[in-house]
């Protein structure tokens, strides 16, 4: 095993570069380090201008979200001894599609943006009060929409996915898995509100269902089946509507989804 | 740009005309730590438990340095706030009847912790935040870091802060700030805390004039992974887990915490209280009985008895972490462990109301301290602390605000002040030989020697001592990074600032504490002392910089100090009852 490694890092600084350009670092390669750990002891030991996001370096926070070689990637859950074969180069880029502030750091705000359109709260037609003690919700209730609410925000998913890139106007595979979260909650009855947001060209219908989004998931939820879940829904819902015009018309001012 | 009240909870927003700004150094809000917490949220609420049972193990695991009324609120009230949460859509582990489930942790005689699987923090931030969006008049300033508070005529009426994306020096202007910042684990070099935990909010409130307390009581968790300091969650002994040492013996036994069962027992061995544990471990480390590791000795967690299903279930995060950054499956293996730092007792000296003794200044969650922890806090009473009094202190600055006037337009020079000192020390300083990354290790080294899990006065002389040579190089800083665009190595220095203020306040308050309580044990003073000690520490800045130790009467109401006994004769639990949830009333 060597014991240095080779780091490429986009590098970009709007008050003095034009475009990003790659600058080369050689760290120490230790096995238990990820590409987190290197970054800090470039920040650290050797150039302190390197700009980056990061905080609890656990895989939960979803700050540290980059391009490592190519691929969409929490840092500090990628261990430099993955790329020891790649002739020990490892490039890291920000993540893909998102607008560069600076080196590492992109802008986040349409993100944030898109996921409050899809009303990721739980939806009630009435405040039930406290002292009537909580909502009852069976293990297999819970199992339901479990997967979807351990979403982190780390953006991977839109940097995966190429419908992102084509249409920035895409709600992205993460809003769309949190709306399904609250959907699929037995305690929430908002769908109908949802759906208004999401079947839409720039909603589930703008999805063409690559599956890269799932496949990147640093935390095994699954966008691409929440939009096909999605899809089916909708087109039951519009085949409904044709066959019974007012019924769907009703359930949609009631606001009440069939799960209550 | 003006907000009335810098608060965090959502509720208050039905007070009328009220603004509400909510600043933070991260991009977006479930980056703080709470999102690590994987233990959970104590709230007692079966039939078979009781509010003084719940208060009695807060008390003597604190080591009757509580305030007990501020404990008695605190019992009382985090059923409510846990209930609150659940119609808000946390996603609470259920009984198969539907109801919230609840579980054993260390220290509590009775099962009532609940839970989100073991990702708990996770859910319940994510859950708040999702359901503040609902909220338009929470304004939010991410990616803003604040320097300073700004103080007029006694009272706090905003802060300066940094927008990182433009390097912009401005006031936010406000009636009321709550402190919702968190601890300061980064202040020692081996700990659970995220990198943000620099005890931020505790020195902008030194600074200002507000006193800090019982800062000498660091909680060390028993079961961190080496190297990373990544915790595996106390669930895991809650769920069965075993203590080992290198020849696999249960050596919990041997430190006066019960007998081993085969099974898990409230209260004793396994699931005694953090402090007692972590002490145990360095008793057997001086043994030699400990494993030698390239990132400290360890001893072992041996959940392998459990059975892949359980946790599967219960502690599915155990085992991913165990996984991606130890390369063990804790189903057939055993997991390395030694004790980090994860927790500080102290914190802004707060009363019942979450407010300091500055008026328009509040704090809630780690970053104050009211006191319900005292010398040692218990798993699971942090989360819902933040609960209880986030929501207190959100309640008193929006009462508090509601009467003030406008902010005087005085502060906005404390604003232009703040940018000059900025500029002078940091950004366009000429000269310096000092960096932040050598600094910051030697302030970690030097205060884990002296304030770590055993003390004593010399070596916590010395750190005095050093600490003082760090300030002075401090001020000799050169940043390599002079631009106004997300200037991360700016942030770094000041929050370096900020931990060696909060490094020398537990310093000073460990060495004048000539006692054993808690989590605070000298070697040259080994006993509790309640005549001299029953006392909370308060430590002051004084305006020429020089610093200050007080003490003020612990709150007794109910439960006169005694004996802390862990691992009397009970019998072995139950299974998990499947008793119906107490009403909340």
């Given at each position: ?26 760290v ?10 290197a ?19 656990m ?65 009630r ?87 890269e ?48 | ?11 208050q927003?039905?007070i ?6 909510v ?20 709230g ?24 007990q ?5 605190f ?53 708040l935040f ?6 338009d ?76 307390k ?32 290198k ?8 430190y ?22 972590s ?11 400990t ?26 995060f ?11 499956d ?23 109301h ?60 404390q604003a ?6 900025l ?11 000092e ?67 909060v ?12 006692e ?7 070697t ?62």
């Amino acid at each position: 095993m060597a014991d240095k490694i080779v780091l490429e890092i986009a590098r970009y600084s709007p008050e003095q570069d034009v475009e990003p350009r790659f600058e080369t670092f050689e760290v120490p390669f230790r096995k238990e380090w990820v590409v987190l750990d290197a970054l800090n002891h470039i920040k650290d030991k050797v150039d302190g201008t390197l700009t980056y996001r990061w905080s609890c370096r656990m895989g939960i926070c979803g700050s540290c979200g980059m391009m490592v070689n190519g691929e969409p990637k929490l840092s500090c859950a990628t261990f430099l001894s993955s790329y020891a074969r790649n002739g020990n180069r490892v490039r890291v880029e920000p993540l893909r599609y998102f607008p560069v502030v600076r080196d590492l750091v992109t802008e986040l705000s349409d993100f944030l943006g898109k996921l409050k359109r899809v009303k990721p709260w739980l939806i009630r037609k009435e405040e039930s009060p406290l002292s009537q003690g909580e909502f009852r919700q069976t293990p297999e209730q819970l199992e339901d929409y479990r997967q979807f609410s351990m979403c982190i925000n780390c953006t991977l998913c839109y940097a995966a996915c190429p419908v992102v890139g084509l249409d920035p106007l895409f709600v992205g595979p993460a809003a769309i898995a949190l709306a399904q979260r609250y959907n699929m909650d037995s305690r929430d009855q908002g769908t109908d509100e949802r759906t208004i947001v999401l079947a839409h060209p720039e909603g589930i219908w703008g999805c063409t269902f690559v599956g890269e989004c799932t496949r990147v998931c640093p935390k095994h939820v699954d966008p691409a089946g929440a939009i096909q879940q999605y899809k089916l829904k909708s087109a039951l819902d519009w085949v409904k509507s044709l066959v019974m015009p007012r019924g769907h018309k009703e359930e949609n001012n009631s606001g009440a989804s069939a799960d209550a | 740009m003006e907000a009335d009240c810098v608060l965090p909870s959502p509720r208050q927003s039905s007070i009328p005309k009220l603004s509400i700004a909510v600043v933070s150094k991260r991009d977006y809000p479930t980056r703080s730590h709470t999102v690590s917490a994987e233990g959970d949220a104590a709230g007692a609420v079966k039939s078979d438990d009781s509010l003084e049972e719940h208060a009695y193990d807060t008390i003597s695991g604190g080591d009757w340095l509580c305030d007990q009324d501020a404990v008695e609120v605190f019992v009382k009230e985090a059923p409510l706030e846990l209930l609150q949460l659940e119609h808000w859509g946390c996603p609470w582990s259920r009984e198969p009847d539907g109801h919230i489930a609840v579980r054993a942790f260390g220290g509590m005689k009775k099962r009532r912790t609940w839970f989100a699987a073991d990702k708990t923090g996770f859910h319940m931030l994510h859950t708040l935040f999702q359901t503040s969006l609902k909220y338009d008049p929470i304004t939010r300033y991410d990616e803003w870091f604040v320097s300073r508070l700004l103080v007029d005529e006694g009272r706090v009426q905003g802060v300066v802060a940094i927008e990182l994306m433009s390097g912009r020096i401005q006031a936010i202007t406000a009636k009321a700030v709550i402190l919702c910042t968190g601890g300061c684990g980064r202040v020692f070099p081996f700990t659970t805390n995220a990198n943000i935990k620099n005890g931020d909010g505790m020195a902008l409130a030194l600074r200002a004039g507000a006193p800090l307390k019982d800062m000498e009581f660091v909680q060390y968790h028993p079961t961190g992974l080496p190297f990373t300091g990544i915790l595996i969650t106390e669930a895991a002994r809650a769920e069965g887990g075993y203590m080992l040492n290198k020849d696999g013996y249960r050596y919990l036994q041997d430190y006066n915490l019960g007998k081993p069962e085969p099974r898990p027992v409230l209260r004793s061995m396994e699931l005694g209280p953090r402090d007692r544990l972590s002490q145990a471990f360095v008793k057997e480390e001086q043994k030699g009985r400990t494993s030698p590791t390239p990132y400290g000795s360890v001893v072992h967690l041996d959940l392998r008895h459990l059975g892949e299903r359980l946790i599967n279930t219960k502690l599915p995060f155990v085992r991913e972490l165990c996984l991606k950054y130890q390369n063990i499956d804790p189903v057939k293996e055993l997991i390395p462990v030694r004790p980090v730092v994860h927790y500080m007792m102290g914190g802004v000296s707060t009363d019942i109301h979450g407010a300091t003794p500055l008026a328009g200044l509040y704090a809630a969650g780690e970053v104050a301290c009211v006191s319900i922890n005292g010398a040692n806090r218990l798993g699971s009473n942090s989360l819902p602390e933040c609960l209880v009094f986030g929501a207190r202190a959100g309640k008193a600055a929006a009462l508090f605000a509601a009467e003030q006037k406008e902010p005087n337009p005085v502060v906005l020079t404390q604003a232009a002040d703040e940018q000059a000192r900025l500029w002078s020390s940091f950004l366009r300083k000429t000269g310096g030989r000092e960096h932040v990354a050598a600094i910051r290790e030697e302030m970690q080294a030097a205060v884990e020697k002296s304030a770590g899990i055993y003390r004593d006065g010399r070596t916590l002389l010395d750190a005095t001592s050093k600490l003082h040579e760090l300030q002075e190089r401090y001020a000799d800083l050169s940043l390599d990074d002079r631009s106004n665009t997300f200037n991360t190595e700016l942030e770094a220095a000041l929050e370096l600032g900020f931990m060696l203020d909060v490094g020398e306040s537990i310093v000073r308050c460990a060495l004048h504490r000539t006692e054993s309580r808690g989590a605070h044990q000298r070697t040259d003073f080994p006993s509790r002392d309640d005549q001299k000690f029953l006392v909370h520490s308060l430590v002051y800045r004084d305006p020429d910089g020089s610093s200050r130790v007080e003490y003020s009467p612990v709150k007794i109401t109910r439960w006169p100090p005694g004996e802390r006994v862990y691992g009397a004769p009970q019998q072995p639990s139950e299974e998990p009852q499947a008793a119906p949830a107490r009403r909340a009333s």
